[in-house]
């Protein structure tokens, strides 16, 4: 089956300072890649994604990259700012899932707190 | 595009009430999804719409939940009698090919 595993949070950095968020997968096939970020009282928003192997989605600031080798979709930013603290969900679509409809897997979602 | 309306955005209520939250999904999305967020379970699929048909609905906890999708424009999650385990906020997704969009919630509390 499908699922997505993330670090466990909450990661806390001080403003400036880089971020790397992990991700892998399990997932027959060729899923598509998401990371969705939550801010506090709010639904989740995309915030990137990619489609195929070596992909990199980028927006905001962060970036991550479709590794197939590994399975991962790492959420990285080269200086985070208080702005960025949220939770962030990776997650795949499968798409030998699509017959019925396009659903999600996501990740448990990792708290993050960027500090002055 | 006013994105994903859900109504209302707060609701307090007493055990043993009915509760009726509201979604209206993005025009042209033809997939609808409810979820549930609690700190302890994170966030849970409770049932999800492909034309207005349910799919899946292996993640509604117990018969006390139902879920409609009487048009492709309106959805109901209905709590009937509420628990205070209950307490939670409940999000409703629609897509078209792949990407969700979110509405903003519904906080429910039973005290």
């Known amino acids: 089956g499908n699922s997505v595993t993330q670090m466990e949070g909450p990661v806390t950095l001080s403003e400036e300072a880089f971020l790397t968020i992990n991700c892998t997968y399990t997932a027959t096939g060729y899923p598509s890649l998401f990371w969705y970020v939550q801010y506090p009282g709010e639904g989740l928003q995309l915030l990137l994604k990619?489609?195929?192997?070596?992909d990199k989605g980028s927006n905001k600031g962060f970036e991550a990259t479709y590794r197939k080798e590994t399975t991962s979709f790492h959420l990285e930013k080269g200086s985070v700012q208080v702005s960025d603290s949220a939770v962030y969900f990776c997650?795949?679509?499968?798409?030998?899932?699509?017959?019925?409809?396009?659903?999600?897997?996501f990740g448990t979602g990792t708290r993050l707190q960027v500090t002055l | 595009d006013a994105g994903v309306i859900q109504s209302p955005r707060h609701e307090v209520t007493e055990m043993g009430q009915e509760v009726t939250l509201r979604c209206k999904p993005i025009?042209?999305?033809?997939?609808l999804f409810w979820y549930r967020q609690t700190m302890m379970r994170g966030l849970e699929l409770l049932i999800y719409f492909n034309n207005n048909v349910p799919i899946d609905d292996s993640g509604m906890p117990e018969d006390r939940f139902s879920a409609k999708m009487p048009n492709a424009s309106f959805s109901t999650l209905k709590i009937q009698p509420s628990e205070p385990r209950d307490s939670a906020v409940y999000f409703c997704?629609?897509?078209?090919?792949?990407?969700?969009?979110f509405g903003s919630g519904t906080r429910l509390t039973v005290v």
């Open positions: 997704a629609s897509s078209l090919i792949g990407g969700y969009t």
């Open positions: 990619a489609t195929k192997a070596d």
């Open positions: 025009s042209g999305h033809n997939s």
């Open positions: 997650a795949l679509l499968n798409p030998l899932n699509t017959g019925t409809a396009s659903k999600l897997t």
